[in-house]
């Protein structure tokens, strides 16, 4: 599980900086088409698809961290039984789906790579390349599920269903404060 963190925040960490540079990109791209007349060319296409697989490759940081929405109205109130099965079943609906969207993805990539399609852009791009590195990023999402079913099923295994939420479960608000407050005092002098 500390190896998936890891991975997990660093693949955030470079989806972000990518989103950024993309961010300047197109900043840069209306200055210049403003003040010259003149375009960098493909920047939106580009951004597209950084976005795309920016967006696949943080899902699994989100996923580790617990920072889905989700509503949490009755949560707290559960006995630890009905919350085990709340996050056992809200995590076995979210593999489900995310199987489905990665089985979809793999047969467009597929598709693009078999019939050598390109984007209909002056970059012309082979779309199997930015639709492969979106696939990896949604297998690594279910993968980190998978994980964090079996972690949950070994909790349960071992008679510790209370602590199955520090995995799995919503963040209580003691924690959400109490990492608001960690991030403050590391931040100030």
């Known amino acids: 599980m500390i190896f ?3 991975l997990s925040r660093l693949s955030v960490r470079i989806a972000g900086g990518c989103v950024l540079l993309c961010a300047a990109a197109i900043g840069i791209e ?3 088409r403003k003040l010259f007349g003149l375009s960098l ?8 698809y950084v976005f795309a697989t920016g ?3 943080s899902l699994a940081f989100t996923l580790l961290e617990r920072a889905h929405i989700r509503i949490d109205l009755l949560y707290e109130q559960m006995p630890a039984r009905a919350r085990f099965a709340a996050d056992l079943l809200g995590l076995l609906c979210l593999l489900v789906v995310s199987v ?7 047969q467009v990539a597929w598709t693009s790579w078999i019939f050598g399609t390109r984007s209909n852009t ?5 779309l199997w390349v930015p639709q ?8 690594f999402f279910t993968l980190c599920q998978l994980a964090l079913l079996v972690a949950l099923l070994r909790l349960a295994r071992a008679g510790r269903i209370a602590d199955s939420g520090h995995l799995t479960g919503i963040r209580t608000h ?7 407050m960690s991030q403050r005092n590391t931040e100030c002098p």
């Open 55 to 57: 967006v696949a490759w």
């Open 132 to 139: 492969l590195i979106w696939v990896a990023g949604l297998l």
């Open 100 to 106: 489905v969207l990665l089985q979809q993805a793999a």
């Open 174 to 180: 003691s924690e959400e404060t109490g990492d608001y």
């Open 41 to 48: 060319g493909g920047v939106d296409e580009i951004s597209s």
């Open 4 to 6: 998936l963190r890891k």
């Open 122 to 126: 002056p970059l012309g791009v082979a």
């Open 30 to 32: 209306v200055v210049m």
